[in-house]
């Protein structure tokens, strides 16, 4: 790279309509570089530990005799993983010839579109990792029989009369629904609720800045 990013965020605030003081032009550029600098780090490091922590899963879901959710498990975290990844790589692509606030403002909408992208993969995600664990424990061998037939099995002797669909008390069905419906509902809350706990701080840093700059730029 000819152009360290430093260089062109000076270059940047420095123009005509940019901060006029040396010092304050310093002090916005070291608080860009190290919010910009922090966010990729976490964003990196974060994929790097939802792969672990899906193979690591993977594993042990074998160990424990609930292959079927590990295996969806692990799937549907590659492929958010996959997603994030390719965002990330977008990240990446922004012009870094722009100036600063320019660079700053490619990012921000870059983030709305990371938060947009992945708040509609949440709607699905949730709902699927709560059925991976429904099947997985339906199907985990009890004695030689699913769990959940014996399950089942149990519910029936002390309520013959429980009316089964598909072999499964309807009740159960109506539960396991009303649980996916929920979930998707509210899984944007949910992915926002996760996201602020992760990158609040980071984010609020970078409004902030972002407020500044345009109230000493205008």
Same mark, same amino acid.
């Given at each position: 790279?000819?152009?360290?990013?430093?260089?062109?965020?000076?270059?940047? !605030?420095?123009?005509s309509?940019? &901060?006029? *003081?040396?010092?304050?032009?310093?002090?916005?550029?070291?608080?860009?570089?190290?919010?910009?600098?922090k966010? @990729?780090?976490?964003?990196?490091?974060? &994929?790097?530990a939802i792969? *672990? !922590?899906?193979?690591?899963?993977l594993?042990i879901?074998?160990?424990? /005799?609930?292959?079927i959710?590990g295996?969806? !498990?692990?799937?549907?975290?590659?492929?958010?993983v996959?997603i994030?990844?390719r965002?990330?790589? #977008?990240?990446?692509?922004? #012009?870094? =010839?722009?100036?600063?606030?320019?660079?700053?403002? *490619? !990012?921000?909408?870059?983030?709305?579109?990371?938060?947009?992208?992945?708040?509609?993969?949440?709607?699905?995600?949730?709902?699927?990792?709560?059925?991976?664990m429904?099947?997985?424990?339906?199907? @985990? #061998?009890?004695? %030689?029989?699913?769990? %959940?037939?014996?399950?089942?099995?149990?519910?029936l002797? =002390?309520?013959? #009369?429980?009316?089964?669909?598909?072999?499964?008390?309807v009740?159960?069905? /109506?539960?396991?629904?009303l649980?996916l %419906? &929920?979930?998707?509902?509210?899984?944007d809350?949910?992915?926002?609720w996760?996201?602020?706990?992760?990158? /609040? /701080?980071?984010?609020? @840093?970078?409004?902030? &800045?972002? @407020?500044?700059?345009?109230?000493?730029?205008?």
């Amino acid at each position: 790279m000819e152009r360290s990013i430093e260089t062109i965020w000076k270059q940047g !605030f420095l123009k005509s309509n940019a &901060l006029v *003081a040396p010092k304050i032009n310093d002090l916005y550029n070291q608080k860009s570089i190290h919010i910009i600098a922090k966010f @990729k780090r976490m964003f990196k490091i974060n &994929l790097i530990a939802i792969v *672990a !922590f899906s193979f690591l899963f993977l594993v042990i879901s074998f160990f424990i /005799g609930i292959p079927i959710t590990g295996i969806i !498990f692990f799937v549907t975290l590659s492929v958010l993983v996959v997603i994030n990844k390719r965002l990330l790589n #977008d990240l990446e692509k922004i #012009d870094l =010839g722009a100036s600063s606030y320019q660079y700053l403002k *490619a !990012f921000n909408q870059w983030k709305n579109k990371q938060i947009t992208v992945n708040i509609k993969i949440s709607r699905v995600f949730y709902p699927i990792i709560f059925l991976s664990m429904i099947l997985g424990f339906w199907f @985990k #061998d009890a004695e %030689g029989v699913p769990l %959940g037939e014996r399950l089942v099995d149990e519910i029936l002797l =002390g309520f013959p #009369d429980t009316y089964l669909l598909f072999g499964i008390p309807v009740i159960g069905l /109506g539960i396991a629904v009303l649980i996916l %419906g &929920l979930l998707a509902f509210f899984g944007d809350r949910i992915y926002k609720w996760d996201l602020n706990m992760v990158y /609040g /701080g980071v984010f609020k @840093k970078l409004e902030e &800045l972002m @407020k500044d700059i345009e109230s000493l730029r205008s």
